[in-house]
C-alpha cells in the first residue's frame, strides 16, 4: 500500500496582502506573574498579584531547583520538584474590538490546567502535551483591562517515567478574528495522485460560522511556490450554518512538483482566504510539502519511489540545562547536531511534541513518528496519565492528530509506547512497579496463560485508537513501541497495526516473516548503549551489561557507563550490533536509536545521585560521545577519522585505543613515530582496535585508501590546566529576547591542548545585553542546578549558554577558575 499525499505545517499568520491585517495571531508570553504554590483566590480578576515574580514564557519551574533524592519525582522522573504553580497576566482589549472573537492557545502546559478569564472557568486539561484552545469572547472587557490566571498542579508524584518539567512550558498565543473564519488547526491537504509531472491536492478547509445566522462567502485557495510565485487557485461557495463549522473540499493541480524530500525538503504555502461582500476577512497560511512513501513488505521504506534506509533517534522533550521550556533555537541546535551525524529520523519519545520541533523537521528534513501515548488504561507510575485516560483519550488523540497531520515530516502515527495492554494478566493499578516490571521480563511465560477478557479489551481499544487516527488522516501508517515481539501481543492480534513496531529483541529481527508474514516492519526503539562521555571500562572488549535483570538493584562505586560502545542494558545491545543488522536486512525499514540526546530522569542503571540518562550518543550538553562518529562514518559520505579515548594515563597501563573510520581501507596507528601496525574492519564490526601499554607523546592515525593517505588525527598527552578557552556555536544572535548563543568551555595546558581529564571549578559572570539561562557539564552525578553559574569541567569540558534580551548589543562572557588564566567571550545581539 502507497500513501501519497502532501503533507502539512498548518500555521496562523498575519493577512499580507490586505490593507489591515484580518487574523491577528500574537505571542501571549511576555510579562507573565508567577507564584510557587496555591493560591485559590488568584483566579479572580481583583487579586493582588504584584508581589508575584515577572517573567516571560515559556517557563519550567522545576528546573531552576537543585536535585535532591527528596523529591517525589524520584530520580526516575529527574530528582526535581513539581507542586502547584500560578500564573497570571493582564491585557487589554480595545473597544473597537466589539464583535470580534479572541481565542487563547496554548501549546502545554504541564500538567492539570485550570485557566480563567476574568474570573470565569474556561476548562480544564490534565495531559502536559496535549495542545489547546478557549473561546474568551463571551467573557472579555471590551474597551477595558482582562485577566488571565492560570492554575498548574503538578503535585501528584510521581507521574512520569522521566522529567517532564513542570508550568506553561511552551508557547502561548492570541488570536484575534472576525466571526467567520478558519477554524483552529482547520486546513487538512493531500495529494491522492503525485507523478514527477503532475500533483493533484485535495483542500479539505473548516470554516467557522460564530455569527448568529446562517452565512455565504467565498473560500479561495492559493498555492504559492518557496519563491512566493502562485502555481496553483480556486475558489468555492461557501453557506455556514449559524454556531456551527462546514467543511469544503477543494482540488488544486500543480504540474512538475517540488517534492519534499530529506535532502531538499522543498515547501509549498497554501494561503486559505475567506472572501465577504468582496472583501478579505480570513487569511490562513499552511506550509506544505509534496512527497509519497511507501513500507514495502521486503524492501523497506521509500520516499520520492527511492530506498531510503530510517536512521533515527528518538528523543524526550528537555533541553538540558533550559528544562523542559521550549525553545526555537535549542531544538534546532540539537537537529544540526544529529543532522550533521547523518541521522535521518526522530520519534516524539513517547508523548505529542512541540510544534517548534516539527515545524524544524520540515524545514530541515527529517522522518518523524509521532507518538501519541505512553500510557493507556494501565498505569506505569503511580500517579501517570492512566488515571485520566478513560475520560480524555478521544479528545486527546483527536486534537493530537488534528494540530500534527499536515506537517511534511511526519511519516507514521505512533498509538502507543510499551504500554501494559500487550499482556494478559497486568493490572498495574492493584500490583506494584517491581512486580510489574518481573511480570514484563516474563511476558513470553503470561502468553501461555491467556485472559480471553483481558484480550477482547485491549484488542478492542487497540482497534478504536487506530480507527480514531485513520478517520482523522487515513494517509499514514499506523504502529507502536512494543516490547513484547511475539505474536500474542494483544496489540498485534487487534490486527489495527499498519507496521509491526518493536522495541529491541534484536533476535527476532532476522526472522520476523516467520512470525509475522506478509507484515512491515519498523525497529520502534533500539540498542539502549550506556554511555558517559570521557568514560572508558577496560579491556574493551568486554561487554558490560548493567543491571544484570531488570528487576534486580544495581550499583557501582563510580556512577558512569563506558564510552567504549561495550555497556549496555540487558534488554539491549551495542550500537554496532544493532546498526549491523538494520544495514544488511532490506526488511527493516529503519531503525529509532535509544537515544539520540542525553535527557533528564531515568538514570538507568544507577539510581541517587545519578539524575540523568546515559543512553544518548550526545550527552545533555550536546558533546558527542565517540559513537556519534560510528554513526558518523555509516551514515554519511564525509570522510571520517575519529580516535579515542584520550591520551592521559598511568606509565605502563595498558590501554585499548579505537577508531571509527570510512571512505578508507585500513588506519594505521603511531605512538611517538612508531608504527604499531595497520587494521581493517571486519564485515560485521565498524571499528578498529589497538590494545598498547601507555607512553605519554603523541597517538597518530592515518587512514589509507588504495594506498594512499585520507585523513590524520592525533592525540597527545596533555599537561596540567594553564588557562581557559571559551568557543562559541554562533558569535551573533538575535536581540529577540529568545536567541542563545551556546558557549563550550575547556582548559588549556601551556601548549594550548585542551586537557580531556580536567574537572576544575568555572565560575560565570556576564554583562551586557544578555544573561546566562543555563549552565551544564554532561556530568549525570552533577546534582547542582542547572541555573547556577558556577559549573565544573566534566571530562574537560563545561557548557555555557547565553540569552538575549531584546536590546541591540554585547553579551559579555567571562570564565574565571582558581589558579588559571580566565576568559572572556563577546556576543554581539541584533534585531531584525
Known amino acids: 500500500m502507497k500513501y501519497i499525499y502532501i503533507i502539512i505545517l498548518s500555521s496562523l499568520l498575519f493577512a499580507c496582502s490586505q490593507p489591515q491585517q484580518v487574523r491577528e495571531r500574537s505571542e501571549f508570553v511576555a510579562d507573565w506573574s508567577f507564584y510557587p504554590g496555591d493560591k485559590p483566590e488568584a483566579s479572580e480578576p481583583a487579586f493582588d498579584d504584584s508581589s508575584w515574580r515577572k517573567l516571560n514564557l515559556p517557563h519550567d519551574w522545576s528546573i531552576e531547583a537543585d536535585f535532591s533524592v527528596s523529591n517525589p519525582a524520584t530520580p526516575g522522573g529527574g530528582a526535581l520538584p513539581g507542586g502547584i504553580g500560578w500564573y497570571r497576566k493582564t491585557f487589554d482589549v480595545a473597544e473597537s474590538d466589539t464583535g470580534k472573537i479572541f481565542y487563547i492557545d496554548f501549546d502545554g502546559v504541564y500538567m492539570n490546567s485550570s485557566v480563567w478569564v476574568n474570573g470565569q472557568l474556561l476548562g480544564e486539561r490534565p495531559n502536559g502535551y496535549i495542545s489547546f484552545r478557549y473561546d474568551l469572547t463571551p467573557y472579555l472587557n471590551y474597551g477595558g483591562t482582562n485577566t488571565i490566571a492560570v492554575k498548574v498542579d503538578n503535585s501528584k508524584q510521581p507521574n512520569s517515567r522521566w522529567y517532564s518539567g513542570s508550568g506553561i512550558y511552551r508557547n502561548v498565543w492570541l488570536t484575534k478574528v472576525n466571526p467567520l473564519h478558519v477554524d483552529l ?22 470554516i467557522r460560522n460564530n455569527y448568529g445566522q446562517q452565512q455565504e462567502a467565498t473560500l479561495h485557495t492559493i498555492l504559492l511556490d518557496a519563491s512566493g510565485k502562485q502555481v496553483a487557485t480556486i475558489q468555492s461557495p461557501v453557506t455556514t450554518a449559524q454556531d456551527t463549522t462546514a467543511v469544503v473540499e477543494q482540488t488544486l493541480t500543480i504540474d512538475h512538483p517540488h517534492l519534499w524530500s530529506l535532502d531538499d525538503p522543498y515547501l509549498y504555502t497554501a494561503v486559505t482566504q475567506i472572501e465577504q461582500d468582496g472583501k478579505i476577512i480570513d487569511e490562513y497560511k499552511t506550509t506544505i510539502g509534496i512527497r509519497y512513501f511507501e513500507f514495502d513488505i521486503n524492501k523497506g521504506f521509500f520516499l520520492n519511489g527511492k ?22 533555537r535549542a531544538i534546532e541546535r540539537q537537529l544540526e547536531i544529529l543532522k550533521e551525524m547523518g541521522c535521518n529520523g526522530i520519534r516524539t519519545a513517547h508523548n505529542p511534541p512541540a510544534p517548534e520541533l516539527l515545524d524544524l523537521c520540515d524545514r530541515m528534513g527529517f522522518i518523524v513518528m509521532d507518538e501519541s501515548f505512553d500510557i493507556w488504561r494501565k498505569r506505569k ?27 511534511p515530516s511526519i511519516f507514521m502515527w505512533s498509538i502507543g509506547n510499551e504500554v501494559l495492554e500487550q499482556w ?19 511476558a513470553n511465560t503470561l502468553n501461555k496463560v491467556e485472559n480471553s477478557q483481558d484480550l477482547h479489551v485491549n484488542s478492542m481499544l487497540t482497534i478504536k485508537l487506530a480507527d480514531m487516527v485513520r478517520e482523522l488522516d487515513p494517509t499514514r501508517p499506523i504502529t507502536s513501541g512494543n516490547n513484547e515481539t511475539e505474536p500474542g501481543n494483544h496489540l498485534f492480534r487487534s490486527g489495527a497495526m499498519d507496521v509491526i513496531g518493536f522495541n529491541y529483541h534484536e533476535y527476532n529481527y532476522i526472522d520476523f516473516h516467520k512470525k509475522f508474514p506478509n507484515q512491515k516492519l519498523i525497529l ?9 562521555r570521557g568514560f572508558y571500562l577496560m579491556p574493551s572488549d568486554s561487554i558490560y551489561i548493567w543491571p544484570i535483570r531488570w528487576d534486580l538493584p544495581f550499583d557501582r562505586p563510580i556512577h558512569q557507563c563506558s564510552s567504549y560502545d561495550n555497556n549496555h542494558v540487558p534488554w539491549g545491545t551495542t550500537h554496532e550490533g544493532t546498526w549491523d543488522l538494520v544495514k544488511k536486512y532490506d526488511h527493516i525499514s529503519g531503525m529509532y536509536i535509544w537515544t539520540g540526546f542525553d535527557y533528564l530522569g531515568e538514570p538507568t542503571p544507577f539510581w541517587w545521585p545519578s539524575r540523568s540518562s546515559y543512553f544518548g550518543i550526545i550527552d545533555l550538553t550536546g558533546f558527542p560521545k565517540d559513537v556519534y562518529y560510528m554513526y558518523q562514518s555509516e551514515w554519511t559520505d564525509k570522510d571520517v577519522l575519529h580516535i579515542f579515548p584520550h591520551w592521559n594515563w598511568e606509565e605502563g597501563q595498558t590501554v585499548d585505543i579505537w577508531a571509527y573510520y570510512n571512505n578508507a581501507d585500513e ?15 571486519t564485515n560485521d564490526t565498524y571499528h578498529v582496535m589497538w590494545r598498547i601499554p601507555y607512553e605519554k607523546g603523541t597517538l597518530k592515525a592515518v587512514s589509507y585508501k588504495d594506498g594512499k593517505e585520507v585523513l590524520t588525527k592525533e592525540v597527545k598527552t596533555t599537561g596540567p590546566p594553564a588557562s581557559i578557552r571559551l568557543v562559541a556555536d554562533r558569535n551573533t544572535i538575535k536581540a529577540d529576547g529568545k536567541d542563545l548563543s551556546f558557549v563550550t568551555v575547556e582548559v588549556l595546558d601551556s601548549n594550548g591542548l585542551p586537557v580531556p581529564t580536567a574537572d576544575n571549578l568555572i565560575r560565570f ?9 543555563g549552565t551544564d557539564n554532561g556530568n549525570p552525578t552533577d546534582t547542582v542546578s542547572l541555573k547556577n553559574p558556577d559549573r565544573h569541567l566534566f571530562s574537560g569540558k563545561a557548557l555555557a549558554v547565553l540569552q538575549s534580551t531584546k536590546k541591540n548589543g554585547k553579551i559579555s562572557l567571562t570564565a574565571q577558575s582558581e589558579g588559571l588564566q580566565e576568559a572572556t567571550i563577546e556576543i554581539v545581539t541584533i534585531k531584525d
Open 524 to 532: 520502534t526503539e533500539t540498542t539502549s548503549g550506556l554511555m558517559s
Open 667 to 681: 588506519v594505521e596507528l603511531l605512538l611517538n613515530g612508531k608504527s604499531l601496525g595497520r587494521k581493517q574492519k
Open 185 to 206: 488547526w482547520g486546513t487538512y491537504l493531500t495529494t491522492p495522485e503525485v507523478t514527477e509531472n503532475q500533483a493533484k491536492i485535495v483542500a479539505n478547509t473548516t
Open 765 to 773: 559572570s556576564v554583562n551586557g545585553d544578555g544573561f546566562i539561562a
Open 424 to 442: 494478559s494478566h497486568i493490572d498495574a493499578d492493584t500490583m506494584d512497579m517491581k512486580q510489574a516490571n518481573m511480570i514484563l521480563n516474563f
Open 307 to 328: 530506498s531510503v534506509k530510517i536512521k533515527g533517534v528518538c528523543n524526550h522533550h528537555d533541553l538540558g540545562c533550559l528544562g523542559a521550556a521550549v525553545n526555537t
Open 381 to 407: 507510575s503511580q500517579y501517570d496519565y492512566s488515571h485520566y485516560f478513560p475520560e480524555w483519550h478521544e479528545r486527546d488523540l483527536t486534537d493530537f492528530i488534528l494540530r500534527d497531520r499536515n506537517h
